[in-house]
């Protein structure tokens, strides 16, 4: 499903719920509860920050300062080493 799309189903539902203020309320208070998760979580990031750091980490790997491994347990004992 297209974010438009989700945006339609969205208001469609809410166009529903906007009968009952006790159910318009509950969503409401569901919705700013997302909202803040949104901005108080740290892996969040916009468009620009994520492919800013893919960039910086395609810079380290062409400066040879990537890591690889020849097999997946190799891998799993770096990752088990953190």
Known sequence: MTALQLNADIY???????????????????IRRLAKQMTED??????????????EAREEIRQGKGISFTDTAEMNAWLNSL
């Open 42 to 55: 740290p892996t969040c990031m916009s468009k620009e920050e994520f492919f800013a750091r893919v960039d």
């Open 12 to 30: 469609q539902n809410l166009a529903v719920l906007s009968e009952d203020q006790s159910m318009l309320n509950k969503a409401a208070k569901y």
